[in-house]
């Protein structure tokens, strides 16, 4: 897959719904047609193309959605490419013996972008459908309001939220320079830079005080190195009724509980947490944490089998 959508070969074989053969593929690819033959075949043996009589090959079902089309909200073709990263596997099992950890400035560039590509999903899904799960908050961003969000990462989330709320005010926090930089080039192509301001910093060390209305923290919340210092943060940050929306991964709470297909997924994700030091929680540790600390109106769902919403009022 990784290899499909690098070099394009899934991309050009979308272009012929009619199918297209190995040889025809090499041509408009420009690559060698002994490898694209290997790789056709392959990627119908693992179920990715289709074949008829006439060795044309084509996407097979829902292919096009799920690798290509990357505001699908099932969008999965940000993960073959992180897949590929060292960081996930190699340097794992690397580390096994010493334990050593690393944190994301010694994350190479490229999977810091693959890694915003795949959350993507988690903000198309959540801007605006899973907004407007949360009682009484899509009023309050299209009447205009002041938004945190907290590990904002390359800033997928803020231009997506920007362009939905064009009342709307931002600050993307993140304490990763590169992810920054990535950032502040986005808004400058999309020409978002007045209404989205950016900080470096840690979710620790926030001391704004009932600055915000909404404050968002997706795929992230389990990274904190102090969760409940960056809960009371936001607390102290937001509004009087102000919201903190949650958006990460529902790991199950038990051993038992990961043999299904999405835990899987969860499981294979946990490897790169554990080299950052923290891992996935279950969404219940969402839910205590937010009573906890004194939110009010606590609630939470799931918009799929590895996305949880959690969310709390102050
Ligand atoms: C999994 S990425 C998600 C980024 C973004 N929210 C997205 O969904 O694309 C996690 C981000 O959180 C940031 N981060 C993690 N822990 C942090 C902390 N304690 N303080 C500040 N930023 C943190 C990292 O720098 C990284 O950009």
Redesign the pocket.
Known sequence: MDIGLRLGLLAEIANHPQGVTAEGLAKQTGLDPLYVQVWCRAAYASEILESGEDQAFELAPHVDKLLLDRDFPGYIGGIPGIMVQPEIFDLFAENLPSGQRI???QCSPTF?QS??E???P??TRLIPGGFARVPGLSDRLDQGAHIL?????????LIRMAQTYPQSTFVG????AY?LELVADRLKEVGLQDRVSLTR?????INDNEQYDVAL????MH????IDK?TINVLRALKPDGYFVI?DFPFPDSTEGCRTVPARVMCGIQFFEAL?D?QLLPTQAFVDLLGKHGFRNVGSFDLTPVHAVTYGRK
Do not use: K, P
């Not at 969000?149 to 989330?157: D, I, P, S, Y």
């Not at 910093?201 to 060390?205: D, K, R, V, Y």
């Open positions: 944190w994301w400035d810091i890694v915003s795949t959350a993507r988690f903000y969000e907290l590990a904002c990462g390359a800033g997928v989330g926090l993140d304490g990763d992810s910093g840690m979710l620790e060390e923290i997706n795929v992230s990274e904190c190195r102090d960056t958006s950052i923290d």
